[in-house]
Nanobody, 127 residues
Framework: QAQLVESGGGSVQAGGSLRLSCAAS????????MGWFRQSPGKEREGVAGLYTGYNNPYYADAVKGRFTISQDNANDTVYLQMNKLKPEDTAMYYC????????????????????WGQGTQVTVSS
């Protein structure tokens, strides 16, 4: 199993930046792929960014491409989401997730492909 703990959320003005962290622990086989998702009230959970931990293959949702960057620090078992040029529509609860399978491309953004989830961290962007 994997245990995931997110941090780094907060409130910022539009145009600002935040960096989310996901501290992971547990069996590495449960963390072959990692992803960031977000969910706003009344909306479905959507994939933001993901990567296969054994290869540099990040994939992004169109809504965040060019503004968000997912990265990993294998030495510290941490995955980051650097969010720049934030917009009010980025306001949501952000979740980190891990998968036991190797994922690539759009599969990285599908919630059903992930097995373990963190508790979430709130991001609020004001205009």
């Amino acid at each position: 199993q994997a245990q995931l703990v997110e941090s780094g959320g907060g409130s910022v003005q539009a145009g600002g930046s935040l960096r989310l962290s996901c501290a992971a622990s547990g069996n590495t086989y449960s963390r072959r792929s990692m992803g960031w998702f977000r969910q706003s009230p009344g909306k479905e959970r959507e994939g933001v960014a993901g990567l296969y931990t054994g290869y540099n293959n990040p994939y992004y949702a169109d809504a965040v491409k060019g503004r968000f960057t997912i990265s990993q620090d294998n030495a510290n078992d941490t995955v980051y989401l650097q969010m720049n040029k934030l917009k009010p529509e980025d306001t949501a609860m952000y979740y980190c997730a891990s998968s036991r399978i190797w994922l690539a491309g759009p599969s990285l953004l599908r919630p059903g492909n992930y097995d373990y989830w963190g508790q979430g961290t709130q991001v609020t962007v004001s205009s």
